[in-house]
């Protein structure tokens, strides 16, 4: 095994070192305040080495990657790498008060990130908090030296961060949603590669600019990082093929349009066939409400041709669906296959032993004297899971778990089924008592290596919308989905047992359903959480404890000895 360190200074850094089987490279991360201007604002914002969006990790399937991080900011932090599994050291994976207490200023904690079968674009993301708007990067995961993409080389490979922009202080932003009690203060742009593009005043010469040659094949590495919104996104005049997602390979799929989740990642290949000019790359937020105040925002960046031409002003726009089109959204992601090759085989399970009914609700509570809420507002919005608002505990559940010390911190009751039974997309009249959710810490145990089938289930409870469902440890086969209620007799008839997409992140479809299925093989403790921050925050999450299996090697590893401290 050979060790690489080195410190991260670029955006999109591709190492070019030789190795046997894998390597070990080292990170430094460092977590501070720095001066950025977008929007005509020039403000303070929490980054990682100074960058916004963060540096890129590149490394190879099977490598290890150590990151030090070292919290120079005025507030906690942690650090999650979104889609990797962690196996049997769930200690680095991140999420605040689940996995790890986080990093106090003037602290820091290595962490060790250990790839297994990942391969393709994930990415990484502060877990604590709303810090995650601008503390994110990628994280490509390249094949192993001899071996090779199961498509087309591409000429050029270029990162693809969809974001937000606020002109306030985000911790600002947050401190108000939670207190007040209603939904958060919108951002004011949306940005690709950290820059908002000339639709938005002052922005124009900062806008985000692709060179591409004609005849050329380029490889879009895309993560939707915004925080609350699924979005559209596509490149005028052209194709897109989607090849990956969520550190997978899939079955080309080629479309005019992509829908991207929050969390969520997309390997897209891009042929320059068109005529030299200047195209358009635009995203815009999808809403599925029919009817809505939504703010309707597009960035863009410039896919611009080489050569010598006279181009068109302003660049040519690209056709997208509506923003409240559900059908557009829904059939996007439906449409994603596993690549299922003899050289990226997938392993279905067909025998499940474990059937969970999870409903995904909007819920609220009143306010009162202990708990009040600003403005005129009688209630607070709340979130739940099977009808259970998670409460974030003040230490970590898992070395609570791991020194056997998890009572009073949490229970081991979540339901496998919603206590609650109605007709839960029903556009009216749903009882107003349904809205009010339990609150607590709950946690569901899973044996090692059963065999697991979830259904998500939407609700209309005060608003139906998108939940953008994320896993951590696990990969999942999405095997079904569809508009309405859940019915088993009915719906699993309709199954993809054959090539179902491997995802860590999936959108539940507004006031409809989606089943996945995984095996719990990896040991520990993992979070699983609607990736819209409002929802989170609101308490849509709960966790999973899977247990250790018979053998040394089926155990959780030992905690480092630097881990911060509650």
């Not at 810090?131 to 270029?158: K, S």
């Not at 742009?189 to 985000?208: E, F, H, K, R, V």
């Not at 358009?280 to 925002?297: D, L, R, V």
């Amino acid at each position: 095994m050979k060790i690489i360190s080195f410190q991260v200074i670029g955006f999109f850094l591709i190492l070019s070192f030789i190795h046997s089987q894998s390597a070990t490279l080292q990170y430094t991360f460092v977590v501070e305040e720095t001066n950025h201007t977008r929007l005509c604002t020039t403000k303070n914002v929490l980054t990682v080495n100074g960058q916004f969006p963060g540096p890129t990790i590149t490394a190879r399937r099977g490598d290890t990657v150590i990151v030090d991080v070292i919290n120079k900011g005025d507030h906690n932090i942690t650090i999650h790498w979104h889609g990797v599994k962690q196996p049997r050291y769930p200690w680095s994976d991140g999420p605040e008060f689940v996995t790890q207490c986080p990093i106090k200023p003037g602290g820091n904690f290595s962490q060790k990130v250990f790839l297994s079968d990942e391969e393709g674009t994930l990415w990484w993301h502060a877990h604590s908090d709303w810090a995650r708007a601008t503390i994110h990067g990628l994280f490509v995961i390249l094949p192993r030296l001899g071996t090779a993409y199961p498509f087309r080389q591409p000429d050029v490979e270029y990162p693809v961060v969809i974001g937000e922009w606020w002109n306030a202080d985000i911790q600002t932003v947050y401190e108000n949603f939670v207190n007040g009690g209603g939904d958060p203060q919108n951002s004011d742009a949306l940005t690709i590669n950290g820059q908002p593009g000339d639709l938005y005043n002052c922005s124009a010469p900062n806008t985000t600019k692709f060179a591409v040659e004609k005849g050329k094949t380029y490889l879009f590495r895309m993560v939707n990082a915004a925080m609350n919104n699924l979005a559209f996104f596509a490149v005028a005049n052209h194709s897109l093929t989607v090849v990956g997602c969520d550190g997978a390979y899939t079955k080309p799929l080629v479309s005019n349009y992509i829908t991207i989740s929050p969390g969520q990642t997309l390997d897209i290949l891009l042929e320059a066939n068109q005529p030299n000019n200047n195209y358009y790359m635009a995203s815009k937020f999808f809403n599925g409400q029919p009817s809505s105040a939504f703010e309707n925002t597009t960035t863009v960046a410039i896919v611009e041709y080489t050569g010598n031409f006279t181009s068109s002003t302003p660049p040519v726009f690209p056709s997208m669906p509506a923003f409240n089109n559900r059908n557009a959204s829904f059939n996007f992601t439906a449409s994603l296959r596993s690549l299922a090759s003899a050289e990226h085989p997938i392993d279905v399970p067909l025998t499940i032993k474990r059937t969970l009914f999870y409903t995904l609700s909007i819920n609220s509570e009143n306010c009162t004297a202990a708990n009040p809420c600003e403005g005129n507002r009688t209630a607070r919005f709340k979130a739940s899971v099977n009808n259970i608002t998670f409460a974030m505990p003040k230490t970590s559940i898992l070395q609570a778990y791991y020194r056997g010390l998890g009572a009073g911190i949490y229970g081991d009751d979540f339901p496998d089924q919603p206590p609650l039974k109605f007709n839960y997309t029903q556009l009216t009249n749903l009882s107003r008592a349904l809205r009010f959710p339990e609150t607590g810490t709950e946690v569901s145990m899973l044996k090692h290596n059963q065999t697991v089938e979830l259904v998500f289930q939407g609700t209309n409870l005060l608003a139906g919308i998108d939940h953008p469902m994320h896993l951590h440890g696990h990969s999942f086969y999405v095997v079904g989905s569809g508009f309405g209620n859940y019915k088993r007799s009915r719906d699993s008839l309709s199954y993809n047992l054959i090539d179902p997409p491997l995802m860590q992140t999936i959108a539940v479809p507004q006031n409809g359903w989606t089943a996945i299925r995984f095996k719990a093989n990896n040991p520990g403790v993992w979070f699983m959480h609607c990736h819209l921050e409002r929802h989170v925050s609101w308490g849509m999450g709960m966790v999973f404890i899977v247990r250790n299996g018979k053998t040394e090697s089926s155990r959780v590893l030992p905690p480092p000895s630097d881990m911060p401290p509650c």
